[in-house]
């Protein structure tokens, strides 16, 4: 399982974000995170689009979180940009795979998945802004 970039860079900009008082500059993300700002403009997109940032002032402005951090996990920005976790085909509604029913490894990809999936949930925004 690999992370995407738009989900590694939608975290960092939530973190930097999350640690300001007020509206933060898309620029002033891009610098802090090093992010390049022509990409970082999907990444807002995203955050937005999920409703995990908005726009604060209107055009020209700064972004602020739309939640509380600690209402913020990891899951939450990585389904910004990401289908649900399904770490196998079995996971699937279109799985088609013939041996789904009695598959032996079913049963550890599955386990495996809840956990991940779990753990992911488990990590707030707060948490990662507070060990900052």
Same mark, same amino acid.
């Given at each position: 399982m690999k992370i995407n970039t738009n989900v590694r860079y939608g975290l960092r900009a939530l973190i930097e974000i999350g640690k300001n008082?007020?509206?933060v500059l898309?620029?002033?993300i891009a610098e802090k995170q090093e992010i390049p700002l022509?990409?970082?403009d999907s990444i807002i997109t995203g955050l937005k689009n999920a409703g995990l940032i908005i726009n604060q002032g209107g055009k020209g402005s700064g972004y602020i979180l739309a939640r509380k951090p600690e209402e913020i996990s990891v899951y939450h920005i990585?389904?910004?940009f990401s289908p649900e976790l399904q770490l196998v085909n079995c996971f699937c509604e279109t799985n088609e795979c013939h041996r789904s029913l009695m598959c032996p490894a +079913?049963?550890?990809w599955f386990e495996m998945n809840a956990r991940i999936k779990e753990?992911?949930?488990s990590r707030t925004l +707060?948490?990662?802004i507070e060990y900052q």
């Open positions: 008082q007020g509206p898309q620029k002033k022509n990409y970082l990585y389904r910004a +079913k049963d550890v753990f992911m949930e +707060k948490e990662m």
